[in-house]
């Protein structure tokens, strides 16, 4: 339902549907029975009346309307105490599947010889929609994944799951972005419902060379820089799942020797304060500030934040 700007309307908005929207559509509805019995025994109660035009002697129908008045007192503080006992069940729910999702994360110690990883995950609610990975290939290279999944919560935490299945499954198979990209957009395509998609950088790394190779599936541009020039991985097709027969294609980069390079989500650009955040986030690395993931958290305004936030940083340590 949109919100409403008439006051007045607002406010019956918030007093039959904003509270009880989340609930069953049952239980909504004996809320609101709950809520119309009590209030029409106040009404016979100041009438003296049940049924109009009989008047009542005041003693029988205060005993009535107050006998009235608590049946529907008790039924809207039972439906209010099921919808608590829901609201605490999802909530346990929620918390373990949050537990499950931290340990799917890629492993901290995990690295590649002459390269330091930092990571951030932070999801709006208990379980987020942000993918991040970092799979290591049997022939030495590295496979970088972020992906951001529409939609919020657990919806979007299942999809974010079976992205990375899909991942890890086909990493060692089909290790060229490309084909991964077109491989895993066609399962979305055919396993998702219409609403759903998913934005995603893949990268392989090089370690020895810092090459990189990588396909930009509508996602955030990925930042490479050092020493004050910056490359940005643009977009290099349109976001997963979206088009059976999506084109995509596959580009080049490279991290310099000493340079680093800084994969996010939309929730970092999102909650950084200013008409430009992507400008801010930019000038940060040309003006050779950002020697941390430490100091690009620092552009963060954690009030703003209405969305998952996900960001890897990935520092060529070699210097010669």
Known sequence: MIESTNPILRAIQYGLYDWTREMPLGTRILAWTGILIQGYAIYAAITRSLFWPVIWPPARVYIYTGALYIAGAWLLNSMLTSELVRKTRMESEQVAARAIQQTLQPDPAETLPNYAI???????????????????LPDGRAILAVADVSGKGMAAALLSANLQA??????TMVPEPLELTMRINEHLWRYTP??????????VLTPSTGELTYVNAGHNPPIVWCNGTLTRLE???????????????SRDAT???????LLFTDG??????????????CDLFRAGSAGSLADVQALTDATLTQDDLTIMMVRRTVTT
Request: aromatic residues 10%; glycine residues 10%; proline residues 7%.
């Open 268 to 281: 970092l650009t999102d909650s950084i304060r200013g008409d430009d955040p992507d400008r801010r986030l």
């Open 166 to 171: 899909l991942v890890r499954t086909l990493a």
């Open 255 to 261: 991290i310099p020797a000493g340079g680093s390079l």
């Open 235 to 249: 977009p290099t097709g349109v976001p997963l799942g979206m088009f059976r027969r999506a084109a995509y294609e």
């Open 194 to 203: 219409d609403d759903r998609y998913v934005t995603a950088v893949f990268i």
């Open 118 to 136: 930092e990571v951030c995950t932070r999801p709006f609610r208990n379980v987020g929609g942000d993918y991040l990975d970092f799979v290591t």
